[in-house]
């Protein structure tokens, strides 16, 4: 009889158990059912598994543009970690329409950031700091519901104490051939992606230095049309500002790249130093545009600034791109910076384009609630239709 109870007790116990977890279930997903957005499931890829993507709005934000001259106004959001731009992404999903607000951006620049193992490996792969192509679709979605251009950037990393692409170089031409073959079969997927979405524009590379003038034009141009091959929209290339004074490789201006775009991270002094804001905007036209413009009559196209951007510092404009370094904030220094680069870039027919380095996720460069936000929109609504 103790033996029945203890039985009966246990079932009786077991059952409330599983009727608990179930009601707390059900709460949960009420909950979630009744607060989440909408979304459509579109199937991705060949599995059974499908993907969740933010569905297009009924009534989606007018993508704004130039009303004169066709010039792109853009900030670069980077994010890192496989979940990246995805449906979890919080700071993506809260920070976008803070960006279009205190910027005025029509353009957000996504970067993938690819993997390799060292300098000279020629295995590229997705890595731990890569978003995945959902978490990627998902992002692109977002963006555009937001009534974002989207411009998507390909970077690579290397692991080990120089992780900076621009210095991957390999001594065979075999060893290039296997990096080029094995990076395109990282990036396709991406581009893939990138196409069936209607991406407007995606850089295949960013800041190769090395890669640029020692590999064959040919491996740069299969790789070019291999890229076309899959998607119909606008190719780009973004070099480093490093070699502005080199003559322009022929793959450069294969036709398929409607452009070039630099990363321009030109110091503006030679030491660590504040310059007087009134001096910033001729010192920029004198030392960086005069850099920019002789490239693209060298190039014999316009050009794209894809990235640029000064760090909360005060010493700016000595190391532009330092996001680490020890001197003091000074947001006024970082937007006098920005409006000296934009008083020089908007007027100029030989740039396309600006991708400010960026909203967040970018150490010191964060332009996140600084007064330079304001500098850009400034500039960035005078341009609008």
């Given amino acids: 009889?103790?033996?029945?109870?203890?039985?009966k007790n246990s079932f009786l116990l077991l059952l409330m158990s599983i009727l608990i977890v179930g009601s707390l279930v059900y709460l949960f997903i009420s909950s979630n059912v009744s607060t989440a957005p909408p979304t459509m499931v579109t199937p991705t890829g060949t599995g059974p598994l499908a993907l969740k993507i933010p569905p297009t709005p009924l009534h989606p934000p007018k993508p704004c543009a130039s009303k004169g001259r066709d010039f792109q106004m853009g900030v670069a959001f980077p994010d890192w970690g496989t979940t990246a731009?995805?449906?979890s992404d919080t700071k993506w999903l809260t920070e976008l329409q803070n960006l279009r607000v205190q910027t005025a951006s029509c353009w957000v620049e996504m970067p993938i950031l690819l993997h390799q193992e060292s300098l000279t490996s020629t295995t590229v792969t997705q890595g731990i700091s890569t978003s995945s192509v959902s978490s990627f679709t998902y992002g692109v979605r977002f963006a555009q519901s937001l009534g974002f251009h989207i411009f998507v950037v390909a970077q690579l990393q290397a692991s080990g104490p120089q992780p900076w692409s621009g210095k991957i170089i390999f001594s065979t031409y075999e060893q290039q051939q296997q990096w080029f073959q094995s990076y395109w079969q990282a990036l396709k997927p991406y581009m893939v992606a990138a196409a069936q979405m209607g991406v407007e524009q995606f850089a295949l590379g960013t800041e190769y230095e090395l890669l640029e003038t020692t590999a064959p034009a040919s491996l740069w141009?299969?790789?070019i049309a291999e890229a076309r091959s899959v998607y119909p929209g606008t190719l780009t290339y973004d070099m480093n500002w490093g070699s502005l004074?080199?003559?322009p490789p022929s793959w450069m201006r294969n036709p398929?790249?409607?452009?070039?775009?630099?990363?321009?991270?030109v110091p503006l002094v030679n030491t660590p130093?504040?310059?007087d804001q009134k001096q910033l905007s001729g010192l920029?036209?004198?030392?960086?545009?005069?850099q920019l413009d002789n490239f693209s009559k060298a190039l014999g196209e316009p050009i794209l600034i894809s990235e640029i951007g000064y760090p909360n510092k005060t010493d700016a404009l000595y190391q532009p791109w330092n996001t680490t370094s020890t001197a003091p904030p000074d947001p006024a220094q970082q937007a006098a910076a920005c409006d000296a680069a934009l008083a020089n870039i908007i007027p100029d027919p030989h740039i396309l384009g600006s991708f400010f380095w960026g909203w967040d996720n970018v150490g010191d460069h964060g332009l996140h609630d600084l007064p330079a936000t304001t500098v850009i929109h400034s500039?960035?609504?005078s341009l609008q239709a």
């Fill in 245 to 247: 004074q080199r003559k």
């Fill in 379 to 381: 500039y960035y609504t």
């Fill in 1 to 7: 009889m103790r033996s029945f109870f203890v039985q």
């Fill in 85 to 87: 731009y995805g449906g």
């Fill in 221 to 223: 141009n299969t790789l």
């Fill in 284 to 290: 920029w036209k004198k030392i960086v545009k005069q």
């Fill in 273 to 275: 130093q504040q310059v």
């Fill in 256 to 265: 398929i790249l409607k452009m070039i775009g630099v990363s321009a991270y």
